[in-house]
């Protein structure tokens, strides 16, 4: 297990410094001038003059090369400059902003867990029946809705409407229930999907089938062959499902001005303020890593051949 953390731990160096200048390269030769945005959020008129002291200030008048290496040698010590708009320091800022979106982005998770296994499993195991019908037509509504209508009705019924649940802001555990399940129901009726899909491919294995003639009973069966098994796959997916909710956390923040770096970014990105943009991706990704990297863990707990596999390589 330790061989496989320090070797996916390895692999995180060149995915960030591809990832950083991918993104040092778009902000730097987009048609938008960072010098220009600079003055403009500044309130000084953008004349030659002020342009060229600007870009000096910002180092922009140094070779491309140059201008990477720097932002990369004070990036790796945290330090992504100063925003634009407030001139106090970027990473300072994200960091009071990210605790509100891991909340939220937490809440989402486990609302797409608590209800997704429980039902997939349920629609699994009465196939055919009423159960597992509306789980697939609530599947289909769930897939095809898009996060942001959804928050809008929630909005206008649970607020508007019967006055329920608080439309705005941060507070109590009300505050966060719409946001979250506006994210969440795409999230959820994929993992309930497969998780049925998951299920009925291990009911019906053989180790299932001889579990069965030696009289083993039904629950233990559920319990201990078939739902371990079935969560490989579900764990793996869930990786994938945490950009689903990094991406659907942006636009519910926006919708509900819930404080959190989502809401901050597009804020940034209206205003061109390239040192945030360019700290919010990087930050971004390192968590999509490092989720990945816990679900590669985890499946490896499960699944003593993935940890293999993982360590040596795949046999041939």
Same mark, same amino acid.
């Given at each position: 297990m330790l061989k496989l953390i320090i070797k996916r731990l390895l692999m995180l160096i060149p995915l960030m410094f591809f990832?950083?200048?991918?993104?040092?390269?778009?902000?730097?030769?987009?048609? @938008?001038?960072?010098?220009m945005s600079y003055l403009r959020l500044s309130n000084i008129p953008p004349s030659e003059e002020a342009l060229r002291i600007a870009r000096a200030d910002l180092g922009l008048d140094r070779p491309l090369v140059t201008q990477y290496i720097d932002w990369a040698a004070k990036a790796i010590r945290l330090d992504f400059g100063v925003s634009y708009v407030t001139r106090t320091s970027v990473m300072?800022?994200?960091?009071?902003?990210?605790?509100?979106?891991l909340y939220l982005a937490s809440v989402t998770m486990l609302i797409t867990l608590a209800f997704s296994i429980p039902f997939g499993v349920l629609a699994a195991v009465n196939r055919g029946r009423l159960i597992d019908k509306l789980s697939r037509v609530l599947a289909y509504i769930g897939v095809s809705t898009p996060s942001f209508w959804l928050a809008f009705l929630m909005i206008i019924l649970f607020s508007v409407k019967l006055g329920w649940l608080p439309s705005m802001g941060l507070g109590g555990i009300s505050y966060v229930v719409m946001p979250a399940c506006s994210v969440a129901l795409m999230s959820l009726c994929i993992n309930m999907r497969l998780t049925r899909g998951c299920m009925l491919e291990q009911l019906h294995a053989r180790h299932v089938l001889y579990a069965r003639i030696r009289g083993v009973t039904e629950k233990r069966i559920i319990r201990g062959h078939v739902l371990r098994n079935s969560m490989i796959p579900?764990?793996?997916?869930l990786g994938m499902h945490v950009g689903e909710v990094l991406g659907g956390a942006v636009v519910a923040e926006v919708i509900f001005a819930w404080p959190g770096v989502g809401r901050y970014m597009i804020s940034a990105i209206s205003n061109r303020d390239f040192p945030v943009m360019q700290c919010f991706i990087i930050m971004m990704t390192g968590i999509f890593v490092?989720? @990945?990297?816990?679900t590669d863990i985890m499946c490896a707990g499960l699944d003593p051949r993935a940890r293999l596999v993982g360590e040596e390589g795949p046999h041939e």
């Open positions: 990832v950083s200048v991918v993104v040092f390269l778009v902000l730097r030769l987009s048609p @938008n001038d960072p010098a300072r800022q994200l960091l009071h902003y990210l605790p509100n979106t579900v764990v793996t997916a490092v989720c @990945n990297l816990l």
